[in-house]
């Protein structure tokens, strides 16, 4: 009902680039054809890879050497233009619009891969809730979770505690501001293969920080699936 409303508002302009848009779509014609996909890349991190070698497993050297807490990660598209403009709107200028065209192009990405057994979407802590007023990795995963037809497991993964802006934040300070962010709810009932899901993934410290917990807390396997991969 939402959706039909801002339709109604902003009939089909390309948010790209302001041009009408395809079928009164939120995209045009060209920067449809323009998207970055994502490319060959390592199968546990994103990372981009040269051509693949079908006679080798697609993995970088960091992961061959130190094996991330997940087993697989998958990006829609590579971060950059549109998502550089795509995803602060989304995130940080309440622009749901845009939102819904990222949740689309992860659907039509993420629909060859193999379903798991939950979505969970990398939450937010209370606080930061309140001040955005939504959840970006929420606000992508629910429809991800209707068109795949995968279960929503939103209340599973628990942020207890804020932590800065990881933006401000070398590698090491990454990984440093979320000791102790999540934590599993206590009973909850974790199946065996999840995907955790965000926005964009950078250096992978929050995805890593929240798969850890999971598997301490029974999930066999844990995957990532984010809108955009910053290369
Ligand atoms: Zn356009
Ligand atoms: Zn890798």
Redesign the pocket.
């Known amino acids: 009902m939402r959706h039909d409303a801002i339709r109604l508002l902003w009939p089909g302009r390309c948010l790209a680039c302001a041009a009408p848009g395809e079928n009164g779509r939120d995209l045009c014609a060209a920067c449809r054809a323009a998207l970055p996909w994502h490319g060959p890349a390592?199968e546990?991190?994103a990372?981009p890879l040269p051509a693949p070698n079908p006679a080798e497993t697609a993995?970088?050297g960091?992961?061959l050497q130190r094996p991330p807490p997940l087993a697989q990660t998958h990006a829609a598209c590579t971060y950059r233009a549109p998502l550089d403009r795509l995803l602060p709107r989304f995130k940080f200028h309440h622009d749901l619009a845009a939102g819904r065209l990222l949740s689309q192009m992860m659907v039509e990405a993420f629909s060859p891969l193999s379903r798991p057994d939950a979505l969970i979407p990398i939450p937010l802590h209370r606080a930061r809730l309140r001040r955005r007023g939504y959840d970006q990795a929420l606000e992508l995963a629910r429809p991800l979770a209707d068109a795949l037809a995968i279960p929503l497991l939103d209340d599973a993964l628990l942020r207890p505690r804020a932590t800065a802006p990881q933006s401000r934040l070398d590698a090491a300070g990454r990984q440093r501001n979320l000791r102790g962010a999540f934590t599993v709810r206590p009973g909850a009932d974790l199946p065996a293969h999840v995907v955790l899901v965000d926005d964009v993934m950078t250096t992978g410290a929050t995805l890593h920080a929240a798969a850890i917990v999971l598997r301490r807390a029974g999930a066999a396997r844990v995957d990532a699936w984010v809108a955009a991969r910053v290369p």
């Open positions: 390592c546990r991190c990372l993995l970088c960091t992961c």
